[in-house]
């Protein structure tokens, strides 16, 4: 496994690597190299410490150079002063900086004006779990199975994930276990494309695309 990606020890964590990857296709400076600073606007129903693993990863991938680079996470109850605290420490001397906003949190207007960009993270698609399962557990899953098991709460779907045995296997454990309700797919979008024709995700699919299948 490539260095950049050992962070990501889990189907969630290699998940969520993605939905970061497709964010900052609106923030090309950050990528790129120059200097920039982007807030990122974390999904409701995610935290900030979520995307520990994921920022590391990403920050490692860029350069092995970390004095240039870091991520600061603001959680939603956090106070303002706390935050103008963390963020006037060494994050103030990155060139380049990804801050994490959880739902609620309120940043304040000292650390707004050094934001370069906003961006809103994506919440995980079926390509993302597709992808995070291969990446982390090496079972490859296709669209059809990736869309059955998001029907389900995600994180029971990460609890029945066991590394190396087939998707099958936590499908039928999900559809047995009592008082787990099947929620609506939010996409819905048919013919998703092969891992290989992915854009976007980055050394998440260069990886997983030089795994042996499951």
């Known amino acids: 496994m490539p260095k950049s990606m050992e962070h990501l020890k889990t189907p969630q964590d290699a998940a969520l690597y993605c939905t970061l990857r497709r964010a900052l296709r609106k923030a090309p400076d950050f990528i790129g190299g120059s200097d920039c600073v982007v807030l990122l606007n974390v999904p409701s129903d995610r935290s900030g410490e979520d ?10 991938q860029l350069s092995a150079d970390r004095d240039d680079m870091a ?36 940043v304040p207007i000292q650390v707004m004006l050094g934001v370069d960009i906003e961006v809103d993270i994506p919440s995980i698609s079926t390509m993302d779990f597709r992808i995070g399962c291969r990446i982390a557990y090496q079972i490859d899953v296709t669209p059809s199975e990736a869309e059955a098991a998001m029907s389900y709460p ?29 929620k609506q797919s939010g996409d819905k979008r048919e013919g998703l494309p092969p891992l290989q024709d992915m854009y976007g995700y980055g050394a998440a699919k260069e990886w997983g695309l030089s795994l042996p299948r499951t």
């Not at 995307?51 to 990863?57: G, H, K, L, T, W």
């Not at 963390?86 to 609620?104: A, N, T, V």
């Not at 995600?154 to 039928?172: E, K, T």
């Open 154 to 182: 995600l994180p029971h779907v990460w609890a029945a994930l066991r590394r190396g045995r087939p998707i099958r296997n936590a499908l039928a454990r999900l559809a047995e276990a009592p008082d787990l309700g099947v």
């Open 71 to 106: 991520y600061v996470m603001i959680a939603a109850a956090d106070k303002p002063r706390t935050i103008i605290k963390r963020l006037e420490g060494d994050c103030s001397r990155k060139r380049r900086l990804l801050i994490f906003r959880e739902q609620g949190a309120e």
């Open 51 to 60: 995307y520990d693993a994921c920022a590391a990863s990403l920050l490692l």
